[in-house]
């Protein structure tokens, strides 16, 4: 965490043991100070929203199931494989539905849509685990889809912070028609390191309207019904991340993590291994060599050099035969992995 973040935790639990600084139960939607300084950071990037299409939670992971309760069991849920696995598990434990939509090389794991008859559409992007980002024009053909068929697409951008080329989306609502058909979850675990502290946040628009119901208002009621809100300490330590220090501090985080993804991408196109991601993400995914598939992949690495990755199996059938590798790691230690691969591998 970086020291803005660290300076406003310690400076919230110091209010809490005054009397009259104190703090008990939040807005359970999220403090307003936070759900403003969330949606003028929107707005920075030409996206309006307002303060109270901002909802407060606990983590991406924890919204992505709990966003569920606003959708009928029988609405059938669409999923790009390779996927984040929770999205496919949150479903099936609801007895959903759940439709596989296959990606590959052929479209570098970004795919098109597919007439399918989904009511609830996942997009994580830049993706979990290829690192692939979906460009304007390929994500106006999915909002496109979801405004004619009236499905409703949950856009996962818990990566966001990573994108570096200007051309590429940030938030599915820099689209035109997006408002109409999409709720946005972000988190900042990886953005700021706030994985053991949890914190993330929803975006629906008040134009979001499904079943002559408004979503927003649909989830307004869930919320004051379901939760208490997230403690003001760590909301107050959230909104240091968005201040102008707080964006520079943890540009610099991120940008030793970006470098770990080059020292691994020099790696793999030395050997002329294929990859995506790396760039935009913080992910490299990877074509295991020698038509190993993933898990003989993995334990090839763990067994001959000691380094470890995650693979691609795990991800759904697209994955099989494929690898992820992580730069969230101390730079020595990307430095030595990167060596140990190339000298195993260029064998």
């Not at 807005?27 to 707005?43: K, V």
């Not at 990037?45 to 709990?66: H, K, P, Q, T, Y």
């Not at 053991?196 to 004051?224: A, D, F, Q, S």
Request: contains cysteine; hydrophobic residues 40%.
């Amino acid at each position: 965490m970086c020291d803005s973040v660290i300076e406003a935790l310690h400076e919230a639990v110091g209010e809490q043991a005054n009397q009259a600084t104190f703090h008990g139960y939040m807005d359970e939607c999220g403090a307003p100070f936070l759900r403003g300084t969330i949606a003028r950071y929107y707005q920075k990037r030409g996206v309006d929203i307002c303060e109270n299409e901002v909802f407060i939670s606990s983590g991406a992971s924890d919204e992505l199931g709990d966003i569920l309760d606003l959708f009928d069991t029988t609405s059938p849920a669409l999923v790009m494989e390779p996927a984040y696995p929770a999205y496919v598990d949150a479903n099936v434990m609801a007895g959903r539905k759940v439709i596989h939509l296959s990606s590959g090389e052929y479209n570098a794991f970004l795919p098109e849509p597919e007439d399918v008859g989904a009511d609830i559409i996942y997009i994580c992007s830049p993706n979990n685990p290829t690192g692939a980002v979906f460009s304007k024009k390929q994500l106006k053909k999915w909002v496109d889809y979801a405004n004619m068929t009236g499905a409703v697409i949950l856009f996962d951008a818990a990566y966001e912070a990573f994108i570096e080329d200007d051309s590429l989306p940030h938030s599915i609502f820099e689209i035109d028609g997006a408002k109409q058909c999409a709720i946005e979850i972000c988190s900042l675990s990886k953005t700021a390191g706030f994985t053991g502290t949890r914190l993330g946040y929803t975006v629906i628009p008040k134009t979001l309207e499904r079943g002559n119901m408004n979503v927003r208002e649909m989830w307004v009621r869930n919320r004051t019904t379901k939760t208490n809100g997230v403690s003001y300490i760590i909301q107050k330590g959230a909104a240091a991340v968005f201040s102008e220090e707080g964006q520079r501090q943890i540009k610099e985080n991120i940008d030793v993590y970006k470098s770990n993804a080059k020292v691994l991408m020099q790696v793999f196109d030395a050997l002329g291994i294929w990859y995506s991601g790396g760039k935009n993400a913080p992910y490299i995914w990877i074509k295991c060599p020698q038509g190993m598939n993933s898990w003989e992949f993995f334990d090839y690495l763990l067994n001959e050099i000691q380094v470890v990755g995650t693979p691609g199996s795990g991800f759904g059938a697209c994955g099989k035969g494929y690898f992820r590798f992580s730069a969230f790691g101390e730079t020595e230690d990307t430095k030595i992995a990167a060596k140990r691969i190339y000298d195993l591998l260029k064998k």
